[in-house]
């Protein structure tokens, strides 16, 4: 980027970083509606498929978008956090915003965001200004389907003023108590509020606590629930030479063949789930999709950050875990995929983690943990 670019970047990002913080939410969703109505409603002017959940959004999120994309269809992909870059966020077509385009966007849509500050008894938040600029840029670009990410939780997070097509719930564990409830019943009932009457919920396999919760939720508001080991499956998995190879019946048909550049079992499950929306999303299954195109999406599918691999000879993984869940998939990922003489962990646990359930699910599987601070508090 040139000088002016990047100083401008770094501004924006001053700016935006001044703002609540992102894990900072309240149940009202009327401060991002009105800057998303002064804007004209840019979310109207595009399809969704909308997901929520507490592990695998953003993997699963990507293998959504490269399935899509392997059917000539032109996405825009919100997702959240970033690991380096706060551009990573908004893809189109499965590229970065650039920065001149983000630079755009944010000029562009600043006069409202300061018009809705002073409306507002407290200022838009750091989330819901990136949100807004998601939908603004994928409507100006223009997308044909947004693959939208909740940031925490679902009914009051700020994506959810789009009226998706399909929503997908993945996995729901215990994070972010503080915020959406004490237990899994809770946290389940609000991510819950991303489903739409007459549409399909495509739900990971869940605690037995979650899933009563979001069937009983799916009936009340008619919405169609899509239900892991039940309506679709993941076959067979086989780790292969980098990633696996695996075999998913949908719900149009059985998928054979399917290789997955990417590690573990719970990714083996995104891709079930990522499979089935996008059925559901190009008309519900009724005939199985071209296996050539899903073979295709599933051959490109990235996750920077996720059981990632670095460099070989040693062998460095780097893996975005920070939660209970997270670690054991970690766990099993390094028990059964990898074979190492000797396993040195570098942890570093943001400080409103469960660093002891983190923790407990390593110690059995690594020989030595180095604990260090992250950038984050």
């Known amino acids: 980027m040139s000088g002016n670019i990047d100083s401008k970047l770094a501004e924006i990002i001053q700016e935006l970083n001044s703002r609540w913080p992102e894990n900072k939410i309240e149940p009202s969703l009327d401060r991002i509606a009105m800057l998303l109505d002064y804007l004209g409603n840019p979310q109207e002017t595009f ?3 909308h997901l929520a959940g507490t592990n695998g959004k953003t993997s699963t999120s990507r293998m959504i978008d490269s399935l899509l994309r392997s059917f000539g269809i032109r996405t825009g992909r919100y997702t959240s956090p970033h690991l380096e870059d ?3 966020r908004i893809s189109i077509d499965g590229e970065l915003i650039t920065p001149e385009f983000f630079i755009y966007t944010y000029e562009d849509i600043k006069p409202y965001i300061e018009l809705v500050d002073a409306r507002s008894e407290h200022p838009l938040s750091y989330f819901e200004v990136l949100t807004a600029m998601a939908y603004a840029a994928f409507a100006d670009a223009p997308i044909d389907v947004g693959v939208i990410e909740c940031g925490v939780g679902g009914a009051w997070d700020a994506t959810n003023v789009i009226n998706s097509d399909v929503a997908v719930m993945t996995p729901i564990g215990l994070d972010h108590q503080e915020y959406l409830g004490g237990t899994i019943a809770e946290i389940a009932h609000t991510k819950a509020g991303i489903f739409r009457s007459g549409k399909p919920s495509v739900l990971a396999h869940q605690t037995r606590e979650a899933a009563e919760v979001l069937i009983r939720e799916s009936a009340t508001i008619e919405s ?6 039940l309506d679709f499956a993941l076959i067979r998995r086989d780790v292969a030479v980098g990633g696996q190879l695996l075999t998913i019946q949908g719900l149009g048909g059985t998928y054979e063949d399917i290789f997955l550049p990417l590690y573990g079992r719970h ?3 995104n891709a079930a789930l990522a499979l089935v929306a996008v059925e559901a999303f190009l008309g519900g299954g009724a005939q199985q999709l071209d296996i050539n195109a899903v073979r295709d999406g599933f051959a490109q599918a990235t996750s920077p950050g996720r059981l990632e691999v670095m460099r070989r ?5 780097i893996d975005a875990a920070h939660n209970h869940h997270g670690a054991l998939a970690l766990r099993e990922a ?4 990898f074979a190492f003489d000797r396993i040195i962990a570098i942890v570093a646990i943001l400080g409103d983690k469960d660093v002891t359930g983190f923790l407990s699910e390593l110690v059995n599987v690594v020989d030595e943990i180095i604990v260090t601070e992250n950038s984050s508090p």
């Open 47 to 49: 399809r969704s498929i």
């Open 86 to 88: 706060i551009r990573e």
């Open 224 to 229: 169609i629930p899509l239900r892991e080991g």
């Open 267 to 269: 990714q083996a499950s």
């Open 313 to 317: 000879n040693p062998t460095v993984i």
């Open 334 to 337: 390094l028990s059964e995929e």
